[in-house]
């Protein structure tokens, strides 16, 4: 069996295979580690038991669900207390009571919305109607 113009086929097959392949072996391993969060802020170094509403884990992952929760209950039904887990009562409040101990915005709550793809410049959809923390640089 002959291939006609197999010089220029050939080659243009293996050009392709590489160029379609390209992304996959071009990162394989070099995903960038998840970031580690700033918690040195002066209301955190203060507190003698570091703990916030939810354990760190399942702050992490529900964080927004947390918040939305809370947007909820205090927009909608006017509660605006928190009983934890472990029984301790919070105020429910993103500014009052979340960025009063994380008041490094750009150190905690941005290092990890900018690795989960949030986009540059962007900003999650809680400074819609919640104003920003000035941070000291």
């Not at 002066?42 to 669900?65: F, G, N, Y």
């Not at 809370?70 to 509660?79: H, L, S």
Request: one cysteine or more.
């Amino acid at each position: 069996m002959k291939i006609y113009n197999a010089k220029l086929i050939i080659p243009g097959l293996l050009i392709f295979v590489v160029m379609v392949t390209f992304p996959i072996w071009y990162n394989k391993g070099s995903a960038a580690p998840p970031p580690e969060p700033s918690l040195n802020t002066p209301a955190i170094q203060r507190m003698a038991e570091k703990q916030c509403v939810l354990p760190k884990d399942q702050m992490r992952t529900d964080h927004m669900q947390l918040l939305n929760e809370w947007r909820t209950e205090v927009v909608r039904n006017g509660n605006r207390l928190y009983v934890a887990w472990d029984g301790k009562e919070y105020n429910m409040s993103l500014q009052n009571e979340c960025m009063r101990c994380h008041s490094n915005k750009s150190e905690f709550c941005d290092t990890c919305h900018v690795y989960a793809g949030l986009k540059s410049g962007s900003q999650p959809y809680c400074w819609t109607c919640h104003i920003a923390p000035k941070e000291n640089k």
